[in-house]
């Protein structure tokens, strides 16, 4: 309803006469084919009962996302302008993005109401009279808009030596009788053995409950779980990033291209010819500065950068220092407002770099760092970036104490486990205003 309402809106908006003709009735029912597709493939309209604001909008853009590129492709192949134009498919798109977001935030807002005051809910009860059933008791009970209600727990011993005040229900044999056999959900702490989960699941498969385990293994700093069967054998990934998910990749590389030809058209196309004059000008030698650093996987490359020093031995070695006198006077103004890093752009659209990642380090600083900073080498799970979290938190330039690089590494990890979309734009819009500020540490 909502796509219907929005492409006649494009209509009028763009001014386009109606009624409509045979095959503007035909494009509007071919792309809401296209759209009851996309939802039908992506689910998106389900709203969790755990989920938040963002995780909604997410997957709303993202269905207009795939949605946008299946009906531009088919503009491009089969000349659809003679069915719609520019002007009605731009207004159609901004629309249906808009109002497809807000419907959606509203009617999770509504749903989350409703489960509050009592409606749409679940019964549930925890199998393990320990802390992780706690933790879940706690959580539940502070969100009564998950719509999940908790009758109480079940403990495996006939007597609970603690004392505590969640309500016990009684022994694990209780359960199995007919009072609980109208539960939606049985949540089953990982301590409790494995023959009596066993006995919960035949329980609950007999009388259509669902079973949730609450795991014993700490997963908080990890952003998703990947369940994998080979064969009978059920397999979970631990360690997943949101960016070995394909959707996510075709996201930020698509943003990458885009942003990086922006840059290269609009600012290098003039500036470039500028500095190069100037470098020159000031000091023998070539205009950009290739040094070989680590990228995605530890691959190798030659990332670019205006020069800014005199040509020397050590600049693979040592690290820029302040009042350093191996920086010319062009340089020293490159490297205050940054401007030595946009070449590159031109590693982001060879695909060796993305616009926002851990920054690359030159290679013989990898090695004397890898094995004294933990988890060092997760920062290569993926492409390194021109900015960065860490760089937009003030962690840039030379590396004098220990904790600056264990900090920076921290930043980094955090960056690749809780990756989003609207992250890297947070992160380029506070790297802008940190530049505009200036920064202490950028010689």
């Not at 009279?129 to 009970?141: A, E, I, P």
């Not at 699941?201 to 080979?230: G, H, Q, T």
């Not at 030659?302 to 191996?326: G, L, P, Q, S």
Request: aromatic share 14%.
């Amino acid at each position: 309803m909502v796509v219907l309402t929005m492409f006649f809106a494009a209509f009028y908006v763009s001014n386009t006469d109606l009624p409509l003709a045979k095959n503007e009735l035909l494009g509007i029912g071919l792309s809401l084919l296209v759209w009851v597709f996309i939802s039908s493939f992506t689910r998106d309209f389900k709203i969790g009962r755990a989920v938040g604001f963002y995780h909604t909008f997410k997957k709303a853009f993202r269905s207009v996302f795939l949605f946008i590129s299946c009906i531009a492709l088919a503009w491009v192949l089969i000349e659809s302008e003679k069915t719609f134009d520019r002007h009605f498919l731009t207004t159609f798109f901004l629309l249906l993005f808009v109002w497809i977001s807000i419907y959606r935030v509203t009617v999770h807002l509504v749903l989350d109401r409703y489960r509050t005051f009592g409606g749409n809910i679940r019964r549930s009860v925890i199998v393990g009279y320990d802390q992780l059933g706690f933790d879940l008791f706690k959580l539940l009970s502070k969100r009564p808009q998950f719509g999940i209600r908790v009758k109480g727990f079940f403990s495996i011993r006939n007597e609970v030596e603690e004392n505590f005040s969640y309500p016990l229900l009684g022994t694990v044999e209780q359960l199995f009788s007919k009072e609980y056999t109208g539960l939606d959900f049985i949540y089953i702490s990982d301590k409790v053995s494995s023959d009596i989960k066993t006995q919960i699941l035949d329980f609950a498969d007999e009388n259509l409950i669902k079973v949730k385990l609450l795991p014993e293994i700490k997963l908080d700093v990890l952003k998703s779980l990947v369940l994998r069967r080979y064969e009978h054998i059920s397999v979970i990934d631990l360690n997943q990033i949101p960016l070995d998910n394909l959707f996510n990749r075709l996201v930020k590389r698509s943003f990458d291209i885009v942003f990086s030809l922006a840059i290269v058209l609009l600012v290098m196309s003039w500036l470039y010819p500028i500095i190069g004059v100037l470098i020159k000008w000031n000091s023998r030698g070539p205009i950009l500065f290739k040094q070989r650093r680590h990228g995605a996987n530890n691959e190798v490359f030659n990332c670019y950068k205006f020069r800014t020093m005199v040509k020397n031995d050590e600049a693979d070695e040592k690290w820029a220092t302040k009042d350093d006198y191996r920086i010319t006077r062009i340089g020293r103004f490159l490297r205050r407002s940054s401007i030595d890093e946009l070449p590159q752009v031109f590693n982001v659209l060879l695909g060796q770099m993305s616009v926002v990642g851990p920054r690359p380090h030159p290679i013989k600083l990898n090695e004397s760092y890898q094995n004294r900073v933990q988890k060092y080498a997760n920062r290569h799970s993926f492409k390194p970036g021109i900015t960065g979290l860490a760089q937009s938190m003030g962690f840039r330039g030379e590396i004098k104490e220990f904790h600056q690089m264990n900090s920076r590494v921290r930043l980094d990890r955090f960056y690749l486990q809780n990756w989003s979309f609207w992250l890297d734009i947070k992160i380029i819009t506070k790297t802008i205003i940190s530049l505009y500020k200036g920064q202490d540490l950028a010689y």
